[in-house]
């Protein structure tokens, strides 16, 4: 599976972790009735590097709590992408959204709850890796031969 | 000694634990094509625990730009290894066998504790196919590995998985 899947909202295009997608033929069965918090512009000019301190503090709060806050409602997380080194949001996508209120990502850009039945769940990253993937947007890829 | 399947060279067997959060995980799906680092640890009760986990919380800042993993293995049940692990500020994943399903397996069973049956503090080294690279038998504390140990050995598992370490 290639590092990153493309992702379309309000106009704007994201890379997005390919496994969040749902995809019954591929294995990745759709949550129905998941709530999505997408913390994103819809501002073409929104981005902020990867690198920024703040996108770093993002990932590592996830790591930290942000997956445990969420934990069994947890259907999946992943950061967008909008090129190789840039950050246009992300998207946590729960069973409820119940614990939206303290999403570390909203601190870069604030989040929308929208109601969807696109994604599928997948497992919170094992840590402490918050590095990408040759530019896949956190927390997907590898560097494992294919 | 470690166990005589646990020894360097041989493949780690694919552990089936749930995590702190009591998800369902396997150990190979853990390294994800990077080095890691699985540490069996005793539990949150115990002082030398705490004193290597602290130190392994020290080595997280650099695991996390250097594309490699660690992962706690003990007996304690999911809410406690999540609690242990909100106050440690750990950002890695820590494996519940509180059923101790792996303790015999794997032969590392410390029968000293008979209050808790633990695992042996075991420190292992491992290749993303979950070869042993290297085993650090921490009954004594002095045993476990340093940082630099830890350093070094990712250095050397890295340096021959990645076809462009000298790029």
Redesign the interface.
């Known amino acids: 599976m290639a590092g990153h899947a493309d992702w379309h909202w309000r106009g704007r295009r994201f890379g997005i972790d390919p496994r969040c997608l749902a995809d019954p033929a591929a294995g990745r069965p759709a949550v129905l009735g998941a709530w999505a918090h997408v913390c994103a512009s819809p501002d073409p000019e929104a981005r902020v590097l990867f690198d920024a301190t703040e996108v770093q503090q993002a990932r590592r709060d996830a790591l930290a709590w942000w997956f445990a806050r969420l934990g069994d409602d947890l259907v999946c997380l992943s950061t967008l992408s909008l090129d190789a080194s840039h950050y246009g949001g992300a998207i946590t996508v729960a069973r409820t959204p119940d614990a939206f209120a303290d999403d570390p990502f909203a601190r870069i850009f604030p989040g929308t709850i929208e109601r969807t039945d696109a994604f599928a769940a997948v497992l919170p990253p094992p840590g402490p890796v918050l590095e990408r993937y040759s530019g896949a947007p956190w927390p997907a890829g590898s560097f494992a031969p294919a | 000694m470690p166990p005589s399947s646990l020894t360097p060279g041989k493949r780690f067997p694919d552990l089936d634990l749930p995590d702190?959060?009591?998800?369902p995980?396997r150990l190979a799906d853990?390294p994800?094509?990077?080095p890691l680092v699985l540490c069996f640890s005793r539990g949150w009760w115990c002082p030398k625990e705490q004193r290597f986990l602290r130190a392994l919380v020290e080595l997280?800042?650099e695991?996390?730009?250097?594309?490699?993993?660690?992962?706690v293995v003990s007996v304690d049940e999911p809410g406690v290894q999540?609690a242990f692990r909100?106050g440690l500020?750990?950002?890695?994943?820590f494996l519940s066998d509180a059923e101790r399903r792996w303790l015999g397996p794997l032969e590392l069973e410390e029968t000293t504790d008979t209050t808790h049956a633990p695992y042996q503090p075991y420190v292992f080294s491992l290749r993303?196919d979950l070869s042993i690279h290297a085993a650090y038998a921490g009954y004594w504390s002095f045993g476990r590995p340093t940082l630099e140990e830890l350093r070094t050995d990712m250095r050397a598992i890295s340096r021959d998985i990645?076809p462009d370490w000298e790029l």
């Open positions: 702190h959060e009591g998800r995980r853990l994800g094509g990077d997280q800042s695991f996390e730009v250097a594309y490699a993993r660690i992962v999540a909100a500020g750990a950002r890695f994943l993303p990645r």
